[in-house]
């Protein structure tokens, strides 16, 4: 069987990250992508994985599962966010290790590290510090993710992967008004406000909080690359144990300036008013992606680059 013939499931084929992977799988020519939708597949429903996998022959998992959301939504849910990601995870992770599936990527978050970590944050930083409180449920998921990777990996001899990305963004984001990340929030209030003629957008925060973000074909495309190296050239940078690896852009902005080139792209010309009554969440996040780097991958696509296309995605969805 050849690399393009692989089985592979994309758990979580209709999300953001999701998406973006099944496009890259297609264009490298893979035509044996296995896909579930939620009504076909709970993923947290250790029976319905465990029949899945017994079924289906599966050679390659990309875990891209999970219930994301921003700082409201982690707020208000934080036992959903980590009950619902623990049993994804360990129901994936295990039932794949089952049925004979050696390479597996999860895909985790930067919110794993600490709050306060050194900048930019490096992979050894991880459980170094506490965690930003406005998302340390859906963050303690993740990095049992990772542990639990590492574990099978140390017991059972398996090659499954961990890749950490940063704030992602791109087509197919969710635009919820209350449970949607700070780029899809932004493009929504700034379009319904460029639309209506109104005088002022209201970002939650100070503005100064630096962040970085990516587009989310470079993320899938990181993804893919981290998945296809040899067993051999990934150790040689996480060790023998298989730890995480950073997936980012290596460049930070800060929200003010983020709001601003979203108002230009959009063609809001009214005031941007910061709300500082309301959390800013950790106050800089940004990734060290030497280690992306020294596997040969970087990111290709710049913030307005992507902001634009993702615009004109929004754009598409109303139409």
């Keep these: 069987m050849t690399a393009l013939d692989q089985r592979i499931f994309v758990a979580g084929h209709r999300g953001l990250v999701g998406s973006a992977i099944v496009r890259t799988l297609r264009a490298?020519?893979?035509?044996?992508?296995?896909?579930?939708?939620?009504?076909?597949?709970?993923?947290?429903?250790?029976?319905?994985?465990?029949?899945?996998?017994?079924?289906?022959?599966?050679d390659e998992v990309y875990m891209a599962a999970a219930k994301v959301g921003g700082i409201h939504a982690n707020n208000v849910y934080p036992a959903e966010f980590i009950y619902d990601n623990l049993m994804v995870q360990t129901n994936l992770v295990h039932e794949a290790w089952k049925n004979g599936v050696q390479k597996l990527l999860f895909l985790g978050s930067s919110c794993i590290y600490p709050r306060l970590a050194p900048q930019p944050i490096r992979e050894e930083y991880l459980m170094a510090g506490m965690l930003e409180p406005t998302n340390e449920p859906y963050a303690m998921a993740k990095i049992a993710g990772i542990k639990l990777c590492e574990s099978y990996n140390r017991q059972y001899g398996t090659d499954y992967r961990s890749v950490m990305p940063t704030n992602l963004y791109g087509p197919g984001d969710n635009y919820h008004p209350e449970n949607s990340h700070v780029i899809p929030a932004l493009l929504r209030r700034f379009h319904h406000a460029r639309v209506n003629g109104e005088a002022e957008v209201v970002i939650w925060g100070s503005g100064t909080p630096m962040r970085e973000f990516m587009y989310v074909d470079d993320m899938a495309a990181a993804s893919v690359h981290v998945m296809e190296l040899s067993r051999a050239a990934y150790q040689a940078q996480t060790g023998a144990m298989q730890s995480h690896i950073n997936v980012g852009t290596?460049?930070?902005?800060?929200?003010?300036?983020?709001?601003?080139?979203v108002g230009r792209i959009v063609g809001f010309d009214g005031r941007i008013v910061f709300?500082?009554?309301?959390?800013?969440?950790?106050?800089?996040?940004?990734?060290?992606?030497?280690?992306?780097?020294?596997?040969?991958?970087?990111?290709?696509?710049?913030?307005?680059?992507?902001?634009?296309?993702?615009?004109?995605?929004?754009?598409?969805?109303?139409?």
């Design 28 to 58: 490298k020519g893979c035509h044996n992508i296995v896909t579930r939708s939620h009504a076909e597949l709970d993923l947290s429903e250790q029976a319905q994985v465990r029949a899945f996998f017994a079924s289906e022959r599966i």
């Design 250 to 261: 290596g460049v930070d902005t800060t929200i003010g300036d983020l709001a601003r080139l």
């Design 275 to 319: 709300d500082t009554d309301k959390p800013d969440g950790t106050p800089r996040k940004l990734l060290d992606v030497s280690r992306l780097n020294n596997l040969g991958w970087s990111a290709r696509v710049s913030l307005e680059q992507g902001l634009v296309r993702t615009y004109a995605d929004y754009v598409e969805r109303l139409a």
